[in-house]
């Protein structure tokens, strides 16, 4: 399957019985034409990165069995891993009920580069309640740099 820029999806159904239960892929991609990704290990199950993917990524990462994202901040495609080495091997593709988001199993060639920070996750920190204030903390519990 070449990448082009006609759509390659079917349109989602107005029946909500036939988005939900039917058994052909109709994404249902937002106003800006994205759907959201959720990327775990494979192996693992750790959640490693949410992104967004358009028409075009979706179908490279289909095609490819790559993984493929729509960039918001640079507004192009983009191939995760293409300069750091960090390719996203795509083992599986899950949709949700609706087909407004998708989650990725992946293999990473990579995982201490997933993130851009040179993590194998981009949720490397913690949320927590001092009492005073909401803060952030490294996975450990420590503060994190600031």
């Known amino acids: 399957m070449a990448i082009s820029d006609k ?26 034409g994205l759907v959201t990704a959720a990327v775990t290990d494979h192996a693992s199950g750790e959640l490693l990165m949410v992104a967004h993917m358009n028409d075009q990524a979706l179908e ?12 918001r901040s640079r507004n192009r495609l983009w191939k995760k891993g293409e300069t750091s080495g960090a390719l996203q091997n795509v083992r599986e593709v899950r949709v949700d009920c609706d087909q407004d988001a998708v989650w990725l199993k992946v ?7 997933t993130c851009h920070t040179g993590r194998t996750t981009c949720f490397y920190r913690v949320v927590a309640d001092d009492g005073r204030n909401l803060t952030v903390r490294d996975r450990t519990g420590h503060p994190a740099a600031s």
Do not use: I, M, N
């Not at 079917?10 to 019985?17: E, K, L, T, V």
């Not at 293999?107 to 580069?113: F, G, I, N, Q």
């Open 107 to 113: 293999a990473v060639a990579k995982p201490e580069d």
């Open 7 to 32: 759509p390659v999806f079917d349109r989602p159904s107005a029946d909500p019985s036939e988005q939900e239960e039917g058994t052909r892929l109709r994404p249902r991609f937002d106003a800006d």
């Open 60 to 71: 490279a990462t289909l095609s490819t069995g790559v993984a493929h994202y729509w960039s």
